[in-house]
């Protein structure tokens, strides 16, 4: 059977989320989005045109909400206000879409969350019938406040946004996986291949990223690097690793050698 995930009440088969931004040019994310294997891909409503300007190159001409499930996120908020706002045109621009991605920024320099703020926005858009993912800070305790409030998958930072650093707390990852009822993604932070595999070893049902991707030096080859993976991490995780020791433990039996 296909190992599959579900959030919002839609099944995928990808774990791999990607971003849109920072590419060369539409081709180029095209190409390389699909080189992902993604099927859920998130938008920056804010910095993306997606049909609110009429004449210019529209994103969704190389990226068609018939075969992609697009994710509006709201890059860019540093209030509730502005997110609940951004999420309800997103709404008008796609015809009644209700899936979003919440992000509400608190520091221009990290980017890391005001958490304040994207609790407050996550009470809103639930009761407006929003299907919030949301973008935490590693606390567990963040990460269950919003799950409580509604929020259909939480998607813990593994380090600043756009830094590359890969998961640098993966301690407080774990808690988060083991303590959710939700689907849980890991938002930010990583660099490489590598890093993808480590957050799915952790039990993380995906992975979101944007400029892993399309920062490469050859982005599409980067992507298929991303997909492997991605696939290998949730592999290894289904399969269980071997237990830590801290003697060898040889792979030959030691009874019975020739003398």
């Known amino acids: ?45 804010r910095r ?34 502005e997110a609940v706002r951004t999420c309800r045109l997103a709404r008008e621009l796609l015809d009644g ?12 320099q990290s980017l890391f969350p005001d ?9 809103t858009l639930v009761k407006d019938g929003f299907a919030v993912m949301v973008y935490t800070t590693d606390d567990p305790v963040a990460a269950k406040r919003l ?12 380090a600043p946004i756009g830094s590359g650093l890969g998961i640098r707390n993966p301690y407080n990852i774990r808690l988060i996986v ?3 009822r939700v689907p ?21 049902d995906g992975v979101l990223m944007n ?10 080859l980067m992507a298929q690097a991303m997909r492997k993976g991605v696939e290998a991490g949730r592999e290894a995780y289904r399969a269980g690793r071997m237990p830590r020791r801290m003697a060898a433990d040889p792979s030959s039996p030691l009874a019975g050698l020739i003398a």
Request: contains cysteine; glycine residues 8%; proline residues 5%.
């Open 115 to 123: 958490m304040a703020e994207t609790l407050k926005a996550a009470e």
């Open 147 to 158: 799950e409580e409030i509604g929020c259909v998958a939480v998607m813990p930072l593994a």
């Open 178 to 180: 083991e303590n959710a």
């Open 97 to 108: 879409h209700e899936l979003v991605k919440l992000e509400v920024i608190g520091d221009p």
């Open 48 to 81: 993306t045109n997606i049909g609110q300007t009429p004449g210019e190159p529209n994103l969704l001409d190389v990226l068609p909400p018939s075969r992609y499930t697009i994710l509006p996120n709201t890059a860019g908020c540093y209030s509730a206000e």
């Open 211 to 220: 400029t892993a991707i399309a920062a490469a030096r050859d982005p599409v």
């Open 1 to 45: 059977m296909r190992d599959t995930w579900q959030v919002a009440g839609r099944t995928f088969v990808s774990r791999l989320l990607v971003g849109t931004g920072k590419y060369r040019d539409l081709e180029q994310t095209r190409a390389a989005i699909e080189a992902s294997g993604a099927e859920i891909v998130t938008v920056a409503v």
């Open 184 to 204: 849980v993604l890991v938002d930010a932070g990583v660099g490489t291949a590598s890093d993808a595999a480590v957050a799915m070893e952790l039990g993380c």
